[in-house]
C-alpha cells in the first residue's frame, strides 16, 4: 500500500469521489478542459496529493519549468523536493516521438526505473500529435498496460474536452475544467466525466484558482457542533457597523456605514436554511454588541424556536433586551410583538419598540422580509419601506431587507438600497455577489471552528479579498533550474532516466 506523504498539498479538501479514487495503487487519471480552465494548476495540485516517498516525474510539453511557479502557489516548495523533478520536452527535438515504439518503450524504460513511480504529462497532445494518427491507438492502449506493469499512477491533460478517444475509455477517471461567464462573471466547474468504480455523488462541483490552488467548494450544509461556545463580536466603527463576518467587512469596506438600506436577494433555489442563516453573523453582532434588532421576518419563522438557536451563543438576558419579533400571530415569547395588519396601528407599534430602544442609545438593524411586508400590506409597503429607510439614514441605524425569487417590489427596493447583495447557488454551493457595490462572485461556506456560526467568502474569480495575499501579484521563483544541453537527437526518455540517477547519487 503506497503512503501518501500529507502536508503542503493536503490540507485542502478535494471532492469525495476524487479523494477516493486517489487512494488506489495504479492509477491514470485525465484531466481535460478549453484553454485556460486551470488544467496545468489541477494536474499540479493532484500531484502535490498523489507524490509519495517514490519518485515524481512532472513533464510539460507546453512550457518551461521556471514558467509553472506561476501557476501553483506550491510549486517553489515541490520543486525543492529531492524526490520531485520537472522536465520538458521543449529541450529536445520532437521528432523523435513520430516512431510509436519510442514512446512506448521509452516511457516503460523510465517508468522501470522509478521507485514508486508518479508521472505528470501536460499536455498529452505534446508527444501524441508527433505519433501518426494509425499509430495513436496502439500507443494508447499500450500506455494502459505500461502503468499496469509498473504499478505507476500517471495524470495526463489533455485539451481536447470532448470524451470520445481510445484513452478516454481505458481511463479510470476523467475532470473535465470549464467555465463559464454568469452575470458577467467568471465561475470553474469541476466535472466527473468518469469515476471507474466510485459512485458520482454530484457531477459537477465549483471549484476556484484564487490563490494559485485548486480549491473545490462544498455544497451548503449547516450542522451545529457538538459543543457551541459564546459569539465573539467583531467591534463597530463609528462610521460602519460590522456585519459579525470579517470577509463581508472586508468585502463592503469595513462593514455596512451607518444610515444604510441593505437589499439581500434571493435568487434560484437557495436551501430555506441558507437564506435564514446567512444574515445570521450580522444579528448576533448586533446583538452582542448590545445594539438591537426589530425583525420582521417570514411567515413561518418561529420566535420559540429562534430563542433556543440564538441562546446557544449568547446570554438569555441580552438577546430579550436587545431583540424584538414582529408576528402576525400571538406568541408566548418576551421578544415577540404581534402585528394587527392594519398598517396605521403596525407602524405606531414599530415606531414605539423603535424610539425606546433609541432613547436607550442603540444602534438598530431593521430587518424585514419583503415577501412577508408585500403579502400584508400590499403595493403600499413601499412608502412603509422608504420612511423607515429615510429614518435609518438620518439616526444611522440600518434598515435590511430580504427578498425572496420573483417578488415584483424587489426592483424598486434596489432602487431605495445603497447596498445589494444577491445570494444563489449553483451545483449546491452558495454564491454571494454585490450588484451595489459590484463585487465578484464568492462561495460562502459556514464554519464553526470556535464553536458559534461564522462563514468564509472564497472568491470564485482568481482574486482575494485581502490586498496583500492577492494571487494576481507574481509569486518570484524561489527555485532555478540548471540550464540543460542536450545533442539535437538526445533520447528524451533516456535523459530522465539520467537525471532521475544523477539525482539519487548526489542524495547518497
Known sequence: MLKLERGAGSEMPLPPEL????????????????????????????MARLRTSGDTVHIST????????????????LAAQKNIHFFSTLEFDPTQFVVAHNVVSGLLRLLSSMDNPLVVLDSWEGIADYVPPEARM?????????????????????????????????????????????????????????????????????????????????????TLPERTSMFRPLENTSTHMSTGSRDIDALLGGGVPRGSTVLLEIRGDVPFEGQIYVPLTALLNFLATNNAVMAFPYSDYDPTRARLFATQFMPEDVYNANMRVFTTDKVDDPVAIKFSLNPTEDFDKWLG????????????????????????????????????????????????????????????????SQIHLVLS?????????????????????????????????IPLED??????????????????????????????????MNSLTRSKKGAA
Open 353 to 416: 419598540t423603535y424610539s425606546a430602544y433609541k432613547a436607550e442609545g442603540k444602534t438598530i438593524w431593521m430587518l424585514m422580509a419583503l415577501d412577508t411586508v408585500e403579502n400584508f400590506y400590499g403595493q403600499g409597503v413601499m412608502n412603509f419601506l422608504a420612511t423607515v429607510a429615510s429614518r435609518a439614514a438620518v439616526n444611522k441605524d440600518i434598515q435590511s431587507i430580504v427578498a425572496r425569487p420573483n417578488l415584483q417590489l424587489t426592483q424598486k427596493v434596489a432602487n431605495i
Open 138 to 222: 496502439k500507443v494508447e492502449q499500450s500506455l494502459m498496460a505500461v502503468l499496469e506493469g509498473t504499478g505507476a499512477r500517471m495524470v495526463l491533460v489533455s485539451e481536447h474536452p470532448e470524451t470520445n478517444s481510445t484513452l478516454d475509455q481505458l481511463a479510470e477517471a476523467i475532470l473535465v475544467l470549464h467555465q463559464r461567464v454568469i452575470d458577467d462573471r467568471r465561475v470553474r466547474e469541476l466535472e466527473f466525466r468518469k469515476l471507474r468504480g466510485v459512485p458520482i455523488r454530484q457531477e459537477r462541483y465549483l471549484f476556484t484558482l484564487a490563490g494559485g490552488r485548486l480549491r473545490y467548494l462544498e455544497p451548503f450544509a449547516f
Open 62 to 77: 507546453r512550457s518551461y519549468p521556471d514558467k509553472l511557479v506561476f501557476q501553483h502557489a506550491l510549486f517553489s516548495k
Open 425 to 457: 447557488q449553483r451545483w449546491g454551493t452558495l454564491i454571494l455577489y454585490g450588484v451595489k457595490p459590484r463585487t465578484g462572485f464568492y462561495a460562502l461556506q459556514f464554519t464553526f471552528g470556535h464553536g458559534y456560526p461564522e462563514f468564509e467568502l
Open 19 to 46: 479523494q477516493k479514487l486517489l487512494d488506489r495503487k495504479s492509477l491514470l487519471l485525465l484531466v481535460k478542459g478549453e484553454t485556460g480552465t486551470g488544467k496545468t494548476t489541477a494536474a499540479l495540485e493532484l
Open 463 to 496: 482574486i482575494s479579498l485581502s490586498a496583500e495575499a492577492g494571487p494576481e501579484k507574481e509569486r518570484p521563483p524561489s527555485v532555478t533550474f540548471p540550464e540543460r544541453r542536450h545533442e539535437v537527437r538526445a533520447d528524451f526518455f533516456e535523459a530522465v
